[in-house]
C-alpha cells in the first residue's frame, strides 16, 4: 500500500508572500471602500437625511393624541392633493424633500466649547500659582482664593498644538500694584515657568481694565542672509521684528522664495533724532554682526571709517574697499583716524555756515555721509591708560555733539563687561540702543532704559536681541546673518551673499598689473613728470593721508 505524502509546512518566504499578499488585498479593499464613499457621498447623505426625516415623522405621530389623528390626516391627504394639482408640483416637493434630506443628513461634528480635562489642569495651576499674588486678606469677594476655580478668573484662553497655553487673559483686582515694575515682573516671571519654558511671551497691561494678555510669540527668523535692502538713502535696515510692531514690510530673498518682513529701520541724517547708535552685548552675541550690516549698508552712499579694539580682524574684507577710509585696529592709527573725524566734522560745519550765509546750498563734500564705527573702544581706553595717552572715546565729542548737522553718523558696539569703560559723551548722545544675546533684565533696563515688554529665551541666537529708537517703544530684533566672509567657519552660501555686497577695491596691489616691456624696442629715457591734475583726483584719500595732510 501506497504512502500519502504528509502536507507540505510553508516556509519562511512563502510565509511572508501570503503576509504581503493579505495586506495587499486589504490595502485595495481600503482603497476601493474609500473611493467608494467618496462617489457615494451625497446617496449616503440624503439616505441619511431620508432617515432622520422619517424617524421624526414617526416620533411626531406616536406624539400625538389619538383624537387628533384624524385631522392631521386630513391635513396632509389635501396639502397631497394641492402638490398634485399645482403645475410641477410633485417635482418642486421631491427636489425640496431631498433638500431637506441633505441639510438634515449633513455630518455634524460637534466641536468642544471648552478645554478638555489636560488644559482645564493646566489652567486650575495657573489659577492657583496666581492666589498668593492676586488675593488680599481683607478683599470681601476675592477673585483669587484657594479653592477657587479659573472660569472667572480667565476670560479667554488658547492652546497650541503641543496643548500648551498660546494665549491667555488674566483677570486681576484692581488693588493690585501693576504700575510698579517689580510687582509686574513677579507675575511674568510667575505666566513664563508655569505657562512652559523655552517660549518668548508677550505680556500686554491694561491697567484701566484690570486686564493681562499673555501672547506666544512666534520666533524670528534666524537665518535671513545677507542682501540690498530696498531702503530710502538716510535709512538703515538693524533687523526684524514682529509683523504687529510696525506697519511697514520689506521683500527679501529666503532661499528659493521671496518673503515680506517687518524692518527695523534707523533712520540717519541731518533730519534724524537720534543720530548715534550704542550697541552692548556679550561676546559672540552678534554685535561685530551688527556693525558689518551697517558697514555694508552705509558704503551704498557714504563712506566709512572702521576703528576695531578687539583686534580680531572682523572687519579685514573691508580693507581697501571704495569708500572704505581706513580699518584701524592699533591704537596710533585709532588716535590718527579719529583726529581727522573729528577735523573733518568741523570742517564740515564751516563749509555749510558758509554757504547758508552766502543763501548757496551745502557743498557737495559736505553732503556724502561719514559713518564712524567702533567696535569696542574700551580696549582703546585701557591701553592708552597704561601708555598715558589720550582716550579715543574723547574725540568722538565733536562728531557726537555737532554729526547731526554735518552729516557724520557714529556707531559703538561694546561688551558688557567693559560697558564701565564707555564715555559720557558715548552715554549721552547715543539715542538709538541695542542690546543682543542673552541678558539679564536689568541689563537691558540699564541700557534701553526701559525693560521689555517680553521675556528672553535661555539660549538666543546670533543677532538676536531688542532695540529701541530713541524714546519710542522697545521691539524684538533679529540682524540679518552677516558673518565675516573670511572666517572658515562661515559657509559657502553666507560667504557669497557678503562677498556680492562688498565694493569693489581701490589699492594698487589689487590694480591690474602692467604688461612687461617690449625688449626689442629700445628704451627711451622717460624724466621726471609733474603728476596731473586728474591724477592727484583720482588717487582715494584716506584717513591717514587726510591726517597727514592737516598735520
Not at 13 to 31: C, K, M, P, V, W
Not at 123 to 132: F, G, I, R
Not at 283 to 292: F, Q, Y
Amino acid at each position: 500500500m501506497a504512502r500519502r505524502p504528509l502536507p507540505r509546512i510553508l516556509s519562511k518566504d512563502s510565509a511572508q508572500i501570503a503576509r504581503t499578499q493579505i495586506a495587499r488585498s486589504r490595502e485595495l479593499a481600503r482603497t476601493a471602500a474609500d473611493s467608494a464613499t467618496d462617489v457615494l457621498h451625497p446617496l449616503i447623505t440624503v439616505s441619511r437625511g431620508l432617515r432622520r426625516l422619517a424617524s421624526a415623522g414617526r416620533r411626531r405621530w406616536a406624539d400625538t393624541p389619538k383624537d387628533k389623528r384624524g385631522p392631521l390626516l386630513f391635513l396632509v391627504a389635501s396639502l397631497v392633493l394641492l402638490v398634485a394639482l399645482v403645475p410641477y408640483g410633485p417635482l418642486l416637493t421631491v427636489i425640496t424633500v431631498m433638500g431637506a434630506a441633505a441639510w438634515q443628513g449633513r455630518d455634524r461634528t460637534s466641536v468642544p466649547d471648552g478645554p478638555d480635562e489636560s488644559q482645564a489642569e493646566r489652567l486650575q495651576a495657573l489659577y492657583e500659582a496666581l492666589v498668593p499674588y492676586f488675593s488680599g486678606p481683607d478683599d470681601p469677594a476675592p477673585l483669587y482664593a484657594h479653592g477657587g476655580t479659573w472660569e472667572s478668573a480667565f476670560t479667554d484662553h488658547e492652546f497650541d498644538d503641543a496643548g500648551r497655553v498660546g494665549h491667555l487673559v488674566v483677570r486681576y483686582p484692581a488693588y493690585f500694584p501693576d504700575g510698579e515694575p517689580a510687582a509686574r515682573a513677579r507675575i511674568e516671571q510667575l505666566l513664563t515657568v508655569k505657562a512652559g519654558r523655552g517660549r518668548e511671551y508677550h505680556f500686554a497691561w491694561d491697567e484701566e481694565g484690570n486686564r493681562l494678555t499673555v501672547t506666544v510669540l512666534a520666533p524670528l527668523p534666524a537665518d535671513v542672509p545677507a542682501q540690498r535692502f530696498v531702503t530710502a538713502p538716510g535709512e538703515t535696515v538693524l533687523g526684524f521684528t514682529d509683523p504687529s510692531e510696525v506697519q511697514r514690510t520689506l521683500p527679501l530673498s529666503y532661499g528659493e522664495e521671496r518673503i515680506d518682513v517687518p524692518p527695523i529701520v534707523w533712520r540717519t541724517g541731518i533730519r534724524s533724532t537720534e543720530p548715534h547708535l550704542l550697541a552692548m552685548g556679550h561676546p559672540g552675541s552678534g554685535t561685530s554682526t551688527l556693525l558689518r550690516s551697517i558697514a555694508l549698508q552705509a558704503l551704498e552712499y557714504g563712506d566709512v571709517l572702521i576703528v576695531d579694539g578687539g583686534g580680531t580682524g572682523e572687519y579685514a574684507c573691508l580693507t581697501g574697499r571704495d569708500g572704505v577710509l581706513a580699518v584701524e585696529c592699533a591704537l596710533a592709527g585709532a588716535l590718527a583716524s579719529l583726529e581727522w573725524a573729528a577735523q573733518e566734522t568741523e570742517r564740515r560745519l564751516i563749509a555749510i555756515n558758509l554757504a547758508r550765509q552766502a543763501g548757496e546750498p551745502p557743498p557737495e563734500d559736505t553732503r556724502r555721509p561719514l559713518w564712524i564705527l567702533l567696535d569696542r573702544p574700551g580696549v582703546f581706553a585701557h591701553l592708552a591708560g597704561t601708555e598715558g595717552r589720550k582716550d579715543p572715546q574723547a574725540l568722538l565729542q565733536v562728531p557726537l555733539r555737532h554729526g547731526r548737522a554735518a552729516n557724520v553718523t557714529v556707531v559703538v558696539a561694546e561688551q558688557f563687561e567693559s560697558g564701565e569703560a564707555l564715555s559720557e559723551a558715548v552715554r549721552q548722545h547715543t539715542r538709538a540702543r541695542v542690546v543682543l544675546g542673552a541678558a539679564a533684565p536689568q541689563q537691558v533696563e540699564a541700557v534701553l532704559g526701559v525693560p521689555p515688554h517680553t521675556t528672553p529665551l535661555v539660549h538666543m541666537p546670533p543677532g538676536r536681541g531688542y532695540a529701541r529708537l530713541g524714546s519710542g517703544p522697545v521691539h524684538r530684533l533679529q540682524v540679518p546673518r552677516t558673518p565675516d566672509p573670511y572666517d572658515d567657519a562661515t559657509s559657502d552660501a553666507d560667504r557669497q551673499a557678503v562677498m556680492a555686497l562688498l565694493p569693489a577695491r581701490s589699492t594698487p596691489g589689487d590694480a591690474e598689473a602692467p604688461a612687461p616691456p617690449d625688449m626689442t624696442k629700445p628704451v627711451e629715457p622717460v624724466g621726471p613728470t609733474e603728476p596731473t591734475e586728474s591724477a592727484v583726483e583720482r588717487t582715494p584719500r584716506t584717513a591717514e593721508t587726510v591726517g597727514a595732510e592737516t598735520a
